[in-house]
Structure formats: C-alpha cells, structure tokens
C-alpha cells in the first residue's frame, strides 16, 4: 500500500518540531521507568515506611513553626 492509496487513511505526518517533542517524552519515559526498576532492585533500608528517611520527613519544619505561629 503506497502512493495515493496511503493518503486516503487520514494520517497526519508529525512536524520536525512534534517528532522531536514525541521523542524526548519517549527517552523520558525510558529513563524514568529505567529508574523505578533500578530502586526496585537495590532495596534500601532507607527507603522504609519506618525508615530514616520517613522520619525526618514526618517531622515539622521550621517552616510549619511559623506558619502556627500567627
């Protein structure tokens, strides 16, 4: 199927400027998802819901201080 016939479909070729947009959120994607299995597999203790981590993230900021403040 080439030629005229191809051009009934409907399909729009993307711009220079689109295919470049399509591909960085293509190699984002890859990198992200590249980055999710590589924490999967080096389990750190850190990383616990009890973890160090956790805790200093529960606890309230200076910032919360003042916002109660007023």
Do not use: F, N, Y
């Not at 479909?9 to 293509?26: K, N, Q, W």
């Amino acid at each position: 199927m080439g030629g005229a016939r191809s051009r009934g479909v409907g399909a729009e070729i993307a711009s220079p400027s689109e295919r470049r947009t399509d591909d960085a959120c293509a190699a984002q994607d890859a990198a992200t998802e590249s980055l999710s299995h590589g924490l999967s597999r080096h389990h750190s203790p850190a990383l616990d819901a009890d973890g160090p981590l956790d805790r200093l993230a529960q606890q309230p900021s200076p910032l919360d201080r003042l916002g109660k403040a007023r």
